[in-house]
Structures are given as C-alpha cells and as structure tokens.
C-alpha cells in the first residue's frame, strides 16, 4: 500500500483480527483511487509523436539510441552498459523541482524484448528510467576502478532492473531507488546517499516470484510519500499486480505486508531535487571489455503525478475518522 497510516505495524504486530483489518481495504481502494483521479499529471507522454522532434524532450549523449516510432507511437531504447551514458529527458513543467519534501509518483509503461537481450552472469547493472535532475545527474553512475569515487549520479529517483543471474549474484531484482544531492564534502562521491531496498526485499527469487517477463507490457508505479519518507514500488501485467515481494524485509510482503509491492524508508535529513523524467542507459564503468546488461526496451508511455492538497487532506481526514471508530 502507498498510504502509510499504518506504517510500522503488520496486522499480526497490532492485533487485528484478519476480518477486521479486511474492513479497511474497500475503503482505503476507494480513497487511493480518489486520490489519484483528482491529482492531474503534471508531466505525461504518450509518444504521439516524436518527442524529441516535438521539442518536449532532449537527448544527452548519444540520439541514434533512442528509436521513435510513429507508426506504434512508442519509443525505444537500446541499453548497452559497455557504450558511454546517455540519456532522454523531459523537463517538468514551469520550472518545477520535486523535493524531500514533496510526495510525488510517476508511472512508466514499458516492454522489455527477448530478442538481443543479453545480461552478463559476471557484470551487474541495470536498466533504469525515472526522475532525475538536468543539471546535478551526472552521467558516471557507477565509478571506475582507475577511480571509485568519480560517480556524479546525483539527485535520482528511478526504477532500477538489475536482470543479471550467477552465483554471484543469486536472483534478478528490481527496486526503487534514490540519490540525495550533494552533501558538499568533497571527498564522498554519489554512493554515500544512495538508498534501496535491502536485497530481501527486492530480490525476485521468493515463491510465487518470477523474473521480469520478456515481450509483455509492463507498468511500473514509483511512489514517494513525503510525510513518512515510504518509498513504493509496484508492477502490473495487464493491470494485474505482479508478485514481487513473498520474502520482504519485514517477511511476507515486507513493510506493508503485500507481496505486489517492494518498499523502503528514506532516512531522515536526506534531501534530494529532481526537475526531469529520463530514460537513463547508464555505463556500467567495472565492465571489462564486454557488456553487463544489452536489451533494447520499448516505452509506451509515462506520467508524472503530485497530489493536490486537497485530496490530500481528504484522505487524512477520511481515514482518521476510520482510525477513530476502531
């Protein structure tokens, strides 16, 4: 769940009965989905056209990456850890920057081909889209071992795919992620304020868990709740919830004890800006000679939502009051 009034508790810590905490569920859907119906995208694509052509995005390094089709109207991007960074933003609009301060959530559509996909049992990196910010995101988002601490990927909050499977690295996993901004010390790079689920949480290898389909339709929901600093991660098949999270952190469905969703808390004092969507094929810089990830992934579509205070204040009065009757 991405409201988090019951953050903290499983039903088994607080005592309900099974049938109790069941009463709440129609209830929180409905205002869930109120929510979302009166908070308008503040940012959507649907690739009508060409994007790029149409002036409402730009493209940092390599173009010829980023294929538009006008016929599908969807674009796609070829990922290739071993090629230099590059990447597809849209701003948000009218100078918008989205803080720690600020709840927010983005949807992406995407579709993730079998045909040329390739993840190396010995490399580890991933496929990534989601918000960024054009001025701080750097392009080295990982280091290199002539220099560790080069990576400059600040101000990121993304889904992350990490498809790679060895025995290094047991399972595929998926997670919501996010950078801070620049602590100002000189000495520390971008990986002292990254934050992401533990691998319990994020690993696809729990029962009922699969990796992520090749050649079907996803849409991958990123939400940040600013109140309670509850990062969620959730994907649907045919808008039917993927299972994702059956060993969470916290156990079965982990913090919020469903399996649809893979979760973390964002440690106090962290702050973060972000003014950008990107489509983001990082170079994985620990590569020797060879790719760790090479996938070409179609995107149909993403939006970008910040709930209006008035629904906000809706839903806190409303399950308050539910609170209150128990």
Not at 1 to 18: H, L, N, T, Y
Not at 81 to 89: A, D, V
Not at 117 to 134: E, H, M, R, T, V
Not at 275 to 294: K, P
Request: with cysteine.
């Amino acid at each position: 769940m991405s409201i988090d009034v019951f953050k903290g508790m499983s039903p088994r810590e607080s005592g309900w009965k099974g049938c109790e905490m069941f009463r709440f569920i129609p209830v929180v859907v409905l205002l869930t989905a109120s929510w979302a119906a009166a908070a308008p995208a503040l940012l959507s694509e649907n690739f009508a056209d060409d994007p790029v052509a149409g002036a409402r995005a730009t493209v940092v390094g390599d173009g010829s990456r980023f294929t538009f089709n006008a016929a599908g109207q969807t674009l796609t991007a070829a990922y290739d850890t071993l090629l230099p960074t590059s990447r597809m933003q849209w701003q948000l609009p009218g100078g918008t920057h989205l803080t720690q301060n600020d709840s927010f959530s983005f949807q992406t559509s995407f579709l993730i081909h079998s045909a040329g996909f390739f993840a190396d049992p010995f490399g580890y990196a991933q496929i990534s889209f989601g918000l960024i910010n054009s001025a701080t995101t750097g392009l080295d988002r990982t280091g290199t071992p002539a220099d560790a601490t080069s990576d400059d990927c600040l101000d990121v909050a993304t889904v992350d795919y990490f498809p790679n499977l060895s025995t290094f690295f047991p399972s595929p996993n998926v997670q919501p992620l996010i950078i801070e901004s620049d602590d100002g010390n000189p000495l520390t790079d971008a990986f002292v304020g990254l934050h992401y689920p533990t691998s319990l949480e994020s690993a696809l290898n729990g029962p009922g868990e699969a990796d992520l389909p090749r050649d079907i339709l996803l849409t991958a929901a990123f939400s940040y709740n600013a109140s309670t600093g509850r990062v969620t991660l959730t994907l649907d098949q045919n808008s039917s919830p993927l299972t994702i999270n059956s060993e969470g952190e916290a156990g079965i469905g982990g913090l919020d004890g469903d399996i649809a969703t893979i979760q973390f808390d964002l440690p106090g004092g962290a702050e973060f800006d972000l003014d950008a969507f990107s489509i983001l094929l990082w170079q994985d810089g620990w590569t020797f000679g060879s790719s760790s990830v090479t996938a070409d992934v179609t995107f149909e579509s993403f939006a970008v939502f910040v709930p209006e205070p008035g629904a906000i204040a809706l839903l806190a009065v409303s399950l308050l009051a539910l609170w209150r009757r128990k």
